[in-house]
């Protein structure tokens, strides 16, 4: 029901998104409008960067700003709008890419979901919104050497794009959340569950009570993530609230300074031939419809919002990379900056489950959209899931006797669990946050319309196989406790504390997935290094008029879900480009 209704909605809104006499539809009106643009902004999978960059820049009048979206519009598309019905988002808005065979997953390959519709992943996410530790951002201030990159540096960014609203329904979410912690006046809404505490979710909070490992937090966004927490959402008044809706929603779109050209892909990124020292503002672009093709170029920087997957893609096929790896592939090596593709780092996750006496009434899709559809309430205002834990590993676990504890400080949890009672069944997916497994991505030709090949290196360090499976001990330590007697009935597994291990590990192997938290492909690193890809400025090293904004700049991926910390990426780095103008 919910494509059916996204895609004759979605025709609706197509004639309506071509009444914003800035956004266009295809490159063909961008040839038409002929302007000239100060800042020229490459869209794509993160949305987040790039949104979030193009409204912060055009709030100044003086500014003529780009953004180039590869994707079509968000609006009008009901999946994408009601939070309940984000697993039904049809393909139609993904770039379709297949992971290269993971060797650490006995040679599985998997499809690997990036968004290209406006708004990037933020229009197709979980919509879970979690800042991650103080100690994740103070690592950025150290790995760059710029401790301007910090917490206390980054925490009035985050209260500046957050709008704290009410769950929909208005229920109260008292003694769920602390205020102190966020922002009420933000571009981004973030809200509470619209469903109070069920059943499942109070005896939660019992045995957190008497829990010595897991505690109740009372917000997991504090910069102390860890123990048990109520999810906080990017959705307001019951609809998701993607960087489409937000950053870019109300009047901003409407701004006669911003240009947002949809359907069109970015290729590559041009040097100047008038400059001597490489200068890079131009970009070559192609109508998704058409297959025509134009450049444009900025006169004063061109902003790299790609994505982890993205935008390494695109600097590659661009001649910008390891100069022996792209004269393998045929590119012509225009600046050699070995780090670009390097460094992946994303969250991977597998299933234990419980036998249980619990009871859920199925959801009635039909009169719960009918309900979303009358008044933005009711279970599809959500995802289903209240709760989070967020636990260290014991610092007496045996792993670490083999191995350095990788977390960025003593606030960074290495697990998240998040748990979804099924009534006979419990499910918990166990996510490592603090891999030490890294990947790459690269380019198989120099064609840029091939799609990338993505290495995410999963379980290549040995340490993130035993994290793993203590997460999985943690899990079932929790639901030994009391305030789960008569309603747990028995283990389902995998259990890494019966099963041989290599029948155990293949089973982890077999089943573990993505949480899709890519980061790191263009990483920051410190002024006149020579590893890394960008500046703390976020400017490409050796080059000028480029800056990357997105989640391949970020060192290690946060221990959360990584929307949050993009957000604030991008929030800085708008004052930093607007400084230098």
């Known amino acids: 029901m919910g494509k059916l209704t996204g895609t004759l909605v979605g025709l609706i809104a197509l004639s309506a998104s071509l009444a914003h006499g800035r956004v266009l539809e295809d490159l063909e009106q961008l040839d038409s409008a002929k302007q000239?643009?100060?800042?020229?902004?490459?869209?794509?999978?993160?949305?987040?960067?790039?949104?979030?960059?193009?409204?912060r820049l055009?709030?100044?009048?003086?500014?003529?700003?780009?953004?180039?979206?590869?994707?079509?519009?968000?609006?009008?598309?009901?999946?994408?709008?009601?939070?309940?019905?984000?697993?039904?988002?049809?393909?139609t808005y993904s770039w379709g890419h297949v992971t290269t065979p993971q060797i650490g997953l006995n040679n599985r390959s998997f499809p690997y979901n990036q968004a290209r519709v406006l708004g990037g992943c933020s229009s197709h996410n979980g919509m879970v919104y979690t800042r991650g530790s103080s100690d994740d951002f103070d690592l950025w201030g150290k790995v760059s050497e710029d401790r301007s990159w910090s917490w206390k540096t980054l925490f009035p960014y985050f209260l500046r794009n957050e709008k704290l609203v009410p769950p929909p329904g208005g229920r109260d979410a008292s003694g769920q959340y602390d205020p102190q912690y966020h922002g009420t006046r933000g571009l981004?809404?973030?809200?509470?569950?619209?469903?109070?505490?069920?059943?499942?979710?109070?005896?939660a909070i019992k045995n957190a009570e008497q829990n010595k490992e897991i505690k109740f937090n009372l917000d997991?966004?504090?910069?102390?993530?860890?123990?048990?927490?109520?999810?906080?959402?990017?959705?307001?008044?019951?609809?998701?609230?993607?960087?489409?809706?937000?950053?870019?929603?109300?009047?901003?779109?409407?701004?006669?300074?911003?240009?947002?050209l949809l359907n069109t892909q970015v290729t590559r990124v041009l040097p100047s031939k008038e400059s001597r020292q490489l200068d890079i503002r131009t970009v070559e672009i192609i109508s998704f419809s058409s297959g025509n093709k134009t450049t444009v170029t900025a006169n004063k920087e061109l902003i790299v919002s790609a994505g982890a997957f993205g935008?390494?893609?695109?600097?590659?096929?661009?001649?910008?990379?390891?100069?022996?790896?792209?004269?393998?592939?045929?590119?012509?090596?225009i600046h050699h900056l070995p780090d670009v593709g390097k460094g992946l780092s994303d969250h991977l996750a597998f299933q234990v489950s419980w036998s249980a006496n619990g009871v859920v009434?199925?959801?009635?899709?039909?009169?719960?959209?009918?309900?979303?559809?009358?008044?933005?309430?009711?279970?599809?205002?959500?995802?289903?899931?209240?709760?989070?834990?967020?636990?260290?590993?014991?610092?007496?676990?045996?792993?670490?006797?083999?191995?350095r504890d990788p977390a960025a400080g003593p606030n960074s949890p290495h697990i998240e669990i998040v748990v979804l009672s099924v009534g006979p069944r419990i499910l918990a997916s166990v996510g490592l946050l603090t891999p030490k497994s890294r990947g790459t991505v690269k380019i198989a030709s120099n064609n840029p319309l091939d799609k990338p090949l993505i290495d995410l290196g999963y379980l290549t360090?040995?340490?993130?196989?035993?994290?793993?499976?203590?997460?999985?001990?943690?899990?079932?330590?929790?639901?030994?406790?009391?305030?789960?007697?008569?309603?747990?009935?028995?283990?389902?597994?995998?259990?890494?504390?019966?099963?041989?291990?290599?029948?155990?590990?293949?089973?982890?192997?077999?089943?573990?997935?993505?949480?899709?938290?890519?980061?790191?492909?263009?990483?920051?690193?410190?002024?006149?290094?020579?590893?890394?890809?960008?500046?703390?400025?976020?400017?490409v090293k050796g080059v000028k008029g480029l800056r990357v904004v997105n989640a391949s700049a970020i060192p290690y991926v946060p221990t959360a879900h990584t929307q949050a910390a993009v957000y604030v990426l991008a929030e800085r780095a708008s004052d930093l480009i607007r400084a230098s103008w």
């Open 220 to 260: 997991v966004n504090s910069g102390k993530p860890s123990g048990l927490v109520w999810v906080q959402s990017t959705i307001g008044n019951g609809e998701r609230c993607s960087a489409a809706v937000g950053v870019l929603g109300g009047q901003v779109k409407e701004r006669p300074n911003l240009t947002i």
């Open 188 to 203: 981004t809404l973030v809200s509470l569950p619209w469903g109070g505490p069920t059943d499942f979710d109070r005896l």
């Open 58 to 91: 055009s709030e100044n009048p003086r500014f003529n700003v780009l953004l180039i979206e590869a994707g079509p519009t968000n609006e009008g598309v009901i999946d994408i709008a009601v939070p309940g019905f984000f697993r039904n988002i049809s393909s």
């Open 461 to 539: 360090h040995p340490f993130d196989l035993l994290a793993l499976k203590e997460g999985a001990r943690i899990a079932k330590r929790w639901f030994e406790g009391s305030a789960y007697e008569g309603y747990i009935t028995g283990f389902l597994g995998p259990d890494p504390d019966t099963l041989p291990e290599k029948e155990f590990d293949n089973a982890l192997k077999a089943g573990a997935g993505t949480w899709w938290h890519p980061v790191g492909t263009a990483s920051i690193s410190p002024k006149g290094a020579k590893h890394g890809v960008v500046d703390p400025e976020l400017k």
């Open 311 to 333: 935008t390494p893609h695109l600097l590659l096929n661009s001649g910008i990379g390891d100069k022996k790896e792209l004269e393998d592939v045929k590119v012509k090596s």
């Open 361 to 403: 009434r199925p959801v009635d899709t039909v009169a719960a959209f009918e309900e979303w559809q009358t008044n933005r309430t009711g279970p599809l205002t959500e995802t289903g899931v209240h709760q989070l834990m967020f636990s260290r590993i014991t610092p007496d676990a045996p792993l670490f006797k083999e191995h």
């Open 36 to 55: 000239s643009y100060d800042f020229v902004i490459v869209g794509g999978p993160s949305g987040i960067g790039g949104s979030t960059v193009a409204s």
